[in-house]
C-alpha cells in the first residue's frame, strides 16, 4: 500500500514512468479484492470479477491523465467507477427490452449490494444517492465496502477516519439504506 502512495506523490510531481507502474500494481489489487468479493456470490453470475475489474479499470484511465489526490482517492474513484458498471448491468437486466422482470427479495437475506438481483442493486443506488446528500464521508465509506469488498479497517485508512468511526458509520448507513430500500421494493 505504501508503494501506491509513492507512485501517487510521483505522479503528482511529474513523473510519467510513475503512472505506468501504478496502473498494473492497482489493478491486481483490484482484481483481488473483486475476485475474493464475488466469490461469495452463487454460481452463474454474468459479471466475473475479472471483467467487472477490466470496466473499471478503463473507466479510469480511459478517461486521460488524472489527478489522483493520494490512495483513499483512488480507491473511492474506482469503487464509484465499480458501482455505476454494477447499477449499469442491472438496468440492463432489468429493462423490459431484455427481456428482465422484477423479483421480490427478502431484504432480510440481503447482505450486499452485489447480489444478482437487479431491482434490490437499483434501489440500493437510488438510496445511496440520497444517503450522499446526508453523508457524503458515508457513501464513500459503503462504495468501498459494498462495491469492491474493502474491510472495514482498510476502508476506514482509505478515507483517513478512525475505525470506530467507520464501524458505527456502516451499521448506521446498512440501517439506514435498508429501510429506503424497503419503500422501494
Wanted: net charge positive; with cysteine.
Amino acid at each position: 500500500m505504501a508503494e501506491v502512495t509513492q507512485l501517487l506523490s510521483a505522479i503528482d510531481a511529474g513523473n510519467p514512468k510513475a503512472a505506468e507502474a501504478l496502473l498494473p500494481l492497482v489493478y491486481e489489487e483490484l482484481r483481488k479484492l473483486a475476485a475474493a468479493r464475488m466469490s461469495a456470490l452463487p454460481p452463474g453470475q454474468t459479471l466475473q470479477a475479472t471483467a467487472l475489474v477490466h470496466e473499471a479499470y478503463v473507466r479510469l484511465i480511459g478517461s486521460g491523465p488524472q489527478e489522483w489526490n493520494g490512495r483513499g482517492h483512488f480507491f473511492s474513484a474506482a469503487a464509484e467507477a465499480m458501482r455505476r458498471i454494477l447499477v449499469e448491468r442491472a438496468r440492463q437486466k432489468a429493462s423490459q427490452k431484455r427481456g428482465g422482470g422484477f423479483k421480490r427479495v427478502d431484504l432480510d437475506c440481503v447482505d450486499l449490494a452485489m447480489d444478482s438481483n437487479s431491482d434490490v442493486l437499483l434501489a440500493l443506488d437510488e438510496a445511496l444517492q440520497r444517503y450522499a446528500l446526508k453523508d457524503p464521508q458515508g457513501a464513500e465509506l459503503i462504495k468501498l465496502r459494498f462495491f469492491i469488498g474493502v474491510p472495514n479497517h482498510q476502508a476506514a485508512a482509505i478515507l483517513g477516519i478512525p475505525e470506530r468511526t467507520a464501524k458505527r458509520t456502516w451499521a448506521f448507513a446498512r440501517a439506514w439504506l435498508m429501510r429506503e430500500m424497503q419503500k422501494s421494493l
